[in-house]
């Protein structure tokens, strides 16, 4: 099978973390966002375990009540620390952006909660990569999937400083763990471009830590 490596290099390289373009107007129907997951679940998992669940959340009490926990959680900081920093910096944008995420939550149209069947307290710290490195491909994979039909998402944390009051609030149960909540929505416009990022020769290293790759 042969790509089209600038639709491929696109996909990758343009798949932004979305928050002030998500369309909070637009319904996302429930096959695209399937049609997303079912792709989704093509990830690697380990020991091809395939522990990922996922939890669609589109009821505004809910969504209300999780944006409330989301902000408890650390959006409210967010929103306080964002004012000393400036605001035409990246770091300001970036975190500009993510205070309006906070404020809006509950109104995005669709809210997507990945889950990983365990719990990390019970396997140990030794077992970290393994156990999120079997979901978060999973997560990206569903990322890109939105992207190439024109949606967008943000794979956000906060939420988990609460996670307990979480999952009651969804039912779920206890042996599950959340790895993160994704806002889902269409995006206003799809021109989003690749990031500034430095030239991995500056950031990459041969054989031992102390040999950078670039001459």
Known sequence: MEFDLSQTDALLSTTRAVRKRLDLDRDVPDEVLLECLQLAVQAPTGSNRQGWRWLVVRDPDTKAALADIYRRAGGDYLAESAKS?????QTGRVMNSATYLARHLQDVPVLVIPLIIGRLEEL??????????????????FQLALRSRGLGSCLTTLHLGLEREAAE???????????ALLPVAFTKGTDFKPAARPP????????TYKNPIAP
Do not use: K, N
Request: charged residues 10%; hydrophobic residues 45%; glycine residues 10%.
């Open 85 to 89: 920093v400036d605001t035409e910096s």
């Open 124 to 141: 140990g710290l030794e077992h970290a990569a393994g156990f999120y490195g079997s979901i978060m491909p999973a997560i990206w994979s």
């Open 169 to 179: 609030l969804l039912g779920i149960p206890p042996h599950m763990t959340q790895a």
């Open 200 to 207: 991995v020769s500056e950031i990459t290293y041969l054989d």
